[in-house]
C-alpha cells in the first residue's frame, strides 16, 4: 500500500490534469495542481460539479511570472 501525499503539481494535457485532481482528493492535505487552463477548457464547469459531490475545491487564478 502507498499512499499519495499531498504536493505541488502541473498539468500538462487535459487527462492529466484529471487524473491530478483525482488523486490530489484521495489524499490528506493540499494539493497545488498549476496550469489547469487544460482542465478548464476540457471540462465545462468541472469544479462546481465536482463540489456538488463534496469536493473540497478552491481555484485560484494564475498570475503569469
Known amino acids: 500500500n502507498y499512499p499519495l501525499h499531498p504536493s505541488s503539481v502541473k498539468a500538462l494535457d487535459i487527462r492529466g490534469g484529471f487524473s491530478l485532481i483525482l488523486a490530489a482528493l484521495s489524499t490528506y492535505g493540499i494539493t497545488d495542481i498549476h496550469n489547469t487552463y487544460h482542465i478548464q ?19 485560484k487564478e494564475e498570475i503569469a511570472s
Not at 477548457?41 to 481555484?59: D, H, T, V
Open 41 to 59: 477548457r476540457g471540462y465545462s464547469e468541472i469544479i462546481p460539479k465536482l463540489c456538488s459531490l463534496g469536493a473540497k475545491i478552491e481555484f
